[in-house]
């Protein structure tokens, strides 16, 4: 599609924009309260014990599940696609890209890092490359994924301490992971949302199939 060929919303007077900006904003609120009675009842969810004594790496040597803390009571663990001798997912990489200082959450005493099956010498040269400083940890092939019921795909566990006891209270993966990220709810706001098929969108929109735009983001200007 040229760019001429590319077609824009409807042009309105502010008085009629405020209008639909307004009728917009109810729905907006609506959802809002419903993802507050959501995060209200995700706090009551039970949660269970894991035992296993998982031994992960990382740049500072062998880590249980309880290092992984770094000494916080919560933890939340992004379970990245990575295997071993193969590319790093290039959605999880725009995932982590979105990911800041940790330093807001470790001030709710929770901490954050990045799992992978790849082995450290795979990890770290990447991570390297993408300016991360994120923990981020080899399995370094225990089976602390397929536990947390992730095989070969992507996922966000959390986990809650309690002295030495590790329990798993929340889980969640695909798009319950998409809300997550930065750029593509930012995308979400735009006219032209993330243009991508499977959104509903007016018909002369820009769109492409899903996944086919992502780079690893110092690839996207390379000729």
């Not at 042009?11 to 907006?28: D, G, T």
């Not at 706090?43 to 269970?48: A, G, K, S, Y």
């Not at 992004?78 to 330093?103: A, R, W």
């Not at 799992?115 to 981020?136: D, S």
Request: proline content about 6%; some cysteine; overall charge negative.
């Amino acid at each position: 599609m040229t760019q001429s060929q590319i077609k824009m919303p409807r042009i309105v007077s502010e008085e009629e924009w405020n209008k639909e900006r307004e009728k917009l904003l109810v729905k907006e609120k609506e959802c809002t309260r419903a993802l507050d009675a959501l995060a209200a009842e995700r706090r009551r969810l039970p949660m269970v014990h894991f035992e296993k004594n998982y031994v992960f790496e990382g740049p500072n040597g062998p880590a249980s599940l309880i290092d992984l803390f770094d000494g916080h009571r919560q933890l939340i663990v992004y379970h990245f696609m990575m295997q071993p001798d193969s590319k790093p997912c290039v959605g999880c990489s725009s995932f982590v890209d979105n990911i800041g200082h940790l330093e807001h959450l470790h001030a709710r005493n929770t901490n954050f890092v990045l799992v992978a099956p790849a082995p450290l010498a795979q990890i770290e040269p990447f991570k390297k490359r993408m300016g991360w400083t994120v923990p981020w940890y080899s399995l370094n092939g225990n089976e602390f994924n397929s536990d947390c019921g992730v095989s070969t795909g992507f996922g966000l566990s959390v986990f809650l301490r309690d002295e030495n006891h590790v329990y798993r209270t929340y889980f969640t993966k695909d798009r319950g992971a998409d809300r997550l990220s930065f750029d593509t709810n930012l995308l979400d706001l735009t006219p032209y949302g993330r243009q991508e098929t499977w959104e509903d969108s007016p018909e002369g929109w820009p769109q492409t199939p899903a996944y086919v735009w992502w780079r690893y983001r110092d690839e996207y200007n390379r000729t």
